[in-house]
Each structure stands twice: as structure tokens, then as C-alpha cells.
């Protein structure tokens, strides 16, 4: 379900991904792939763009004094990372993300760790003022390699129902 290929015209086919509102079902579960194992470079990069200025992250001898030996991955990265894996599958057709909640980081990550992500319907239902669309909430669960747990979030989307994307309306 993760990618579609439209017919544009004669002989021509068009990528489209994501899911309409219709696609979703309560309980199913996506597992977004590939993974992504994150580098040195990410997590610099990711602080200094962010401003964040703790030396957890970027400082080798300053986080070799903390309780985790090692600089720790911005945790920010991390959010990024795992709910950009999930948007090709999720919410690449969606009109809005409405709500972020419940963000939990129960479990480190450091450099040279590669993350997964996978997402659970949690629940769905036709919008009252949109005909045309629908608002679906999901959990994205991202794990480490060894399988455990780093980030977990729920995320409400306002997703267009099928015939009603803006790939399907719209030439561009």
C-alpha cells in the first residue's frame, strides 16, 4: 500500500504515496522501512541547526562524565527521524497533522544506532465540517536495533479521503 503507480497519460505512470482516509484500519500495524542508522554528523548537524546547546550532545568529554558514558543523540533527532520514516506509509497524502501527544523517550540513543519505526491505527472517524476528508490517529513506535524501545508519540492527521488528494485534483 505504501506506493501506487497512477496512470498520467499514455504509456506514463506517476509514484503516489501514503494512504486515504479509507485505507486506514483500526489496529493495523505499518512497519516503516528502511531504517536509518545515525551518524556523528546527524547529531551535530541537528544540534547546532537547533540551537541546542547542551554539551550531552556534542561534548565527547563532557558526556563521557555523564551517566551514559557517551554524547546521547538530541532527542529531537530521534522525533524527527522516526516520524519521518513513517510519512511515505502514513501521512504522505495528508492535509494537516493536527496533534502531537504522549511523546515518550523511555530508552537512549547514540550514534551508530540505526532505528525502525512502526505505526498502529488507533483510531479514526469522518470529519463533522469536511466532507471530503477524515481525521485518523496513530502511535509510531521507534526501536533500535536490538529491539528496544527509544520513541513513542501519537499523532492525529486530517486526511483527505480517495479521489480528494491533492495528487489526484491537481497536475503539478
Known sequence: MVAEAKEVGPNRYRESYGRYFEDFIIGDVYEHRPGRTITESDNTWFTLLT??????????????????????????????????????????????????????????VFVGDTLLSESEVLDKRESKSRPTQGIVTIRTIGKKQDGSVVMEFERTMLVPKRGHAVDDIAEY
Open 51 to 108: 540551537m541546542n546547546q547542551h554539551p550531552v550532545h556534542f561534548d565527547a568529554e563532557y558526556a563521557a562524565k555523564s551517566e551514559f558514558g557517551k554524547p546521547l543523540v538530541n532527542s529531537c533527532l530521534t522525533l524527527s527521524i522516526v516520524a519521518g520514516m513513517s510519512v511515505s506509509d502514513v501521512s504522505q497524502k495528508n492535509i494537516a497533522n493536527l496533534g502531537w501527544t504522549d511523546i515518550k523517550l523511555p530508552g537512549p
